[in-house]
T-cell receptor, first 117, second 114 residues
Framework: NAGVTQTPKFQVLKTGQSMTLQCAQD?????MSWYRQDPGMGLRLIHY???????DQGEVPNGYNVSRSTTEDFPLRLLSAAPSQTSVYFC????????????????FGQGTRLTVV | AQSVTQLGSHVSVSEGALVLLRCNYS??????LFWYVQYPNQGLQLLLK??????LVKGINGFEAEFKKSETSFHLTKPSAHMSDAAEYFC????????????FGKGTKLSVKP
């Protein structure tokens, strides 16, 4: 039972480079989201999706793009990496979303540690 | 906008002592409330959740939390700390109408001394 899988686990980028963080879930969850975790800041929502073809911005969306072409996958794209994007990124999924159920458990991936130099 | 406050970024207890991690939320309408735990270099794992069925919620690993509407609080407790409880703990809320988005507190790092 894989759950939520994130790749890569570690990445170092140079300023201005682009990359895609991958996230896949095998639980048929409608809702998927991306958070970034910075020391002393908790987790902050970047983008989220309540179903295939539907995405929306969270609290800190600038510098990131997402798309949701399938239920399983929710990639996060950095178009031009900046040192301020050095962080640990977590993908999460749950049953909530279009069904409107907000009290279901969110399942998290193991995280991607990104360093931008 | 909804916010979550966790009092104390670091809490240190002795093994066998009571663990108390504090969480307060800002909404006047009781939201859905969660506690997550993060062990070093890992993702977040659900400890317990409040969904209005009962004010005292029991979770995994001996943790429990009590929802107090009058105090807008959802503090996490464990009667006797184990070394394995050392981790970072996050309180989170999900508002009605938020479509599942979680708002996290800044986290409390729990240390357990032998």
């Amino acid at each position: 039972n894989a759950g939520v899988t994130q790749t890569p686990k570690f990445q170092v980028l140079k300023t201005g480079q682009s990359m895609t963080l991958q996230c896949a879930q095998d639980m048929n969850h409608e809702y998927m989201s991306w958070y970034r975790q910075d020391p002393g800041m908790g987790l902050r929502l970047i983008h989220y999706s309540v179903g295939a073809g539907i995405t929306d911005q969270g609290e800190v969306p600038n510098g990131y793009n997402v798309s949701r072409s399938t239920t399983e996958d929710f990639p996060l794209r950095l178009l031009s990496a900046a040192p301020s994007q050095t962080s640990v990124y977590f993908c999460a999924s749950s049953y909530s979303g279009l069904r409107g159920s907000m009290n279901t458990e969110a399942f998290f991936g193991q995280g991607t540690r990104l360093t931008v130099v | 906008a909804q916010s979550v406050t966790q009092l104390g970024s670091h809490v240190s207890v002795s093994e066998g002592a009571l663990v108390l991690l504090r969480c307060n939320y800002s909404s006047s309408v009781p939201p859905y409330l969660f506690w997550y735990v993060q062990y070093p270099n890992q993702g977040l794992q659900l400890l317990l959740k409040y969904t209005s069925a009962a004010t005292l919620v029991k979770g995994i690993n001996g943790f429990e939390a009590e929802f107090k509407k009058s105090e807008t609080s959802f503090h996490l407790t464990k009667p006797s700390a184990h070394m394995s409880d050392a981790a970072e703990y996050f309180c989170a809320v999900s508002d009605v109408g938020s479509q599942g988005n979680l708002i996290f507190g800044k986290g409390t790092k729990l240390s357990v001394k032998p």
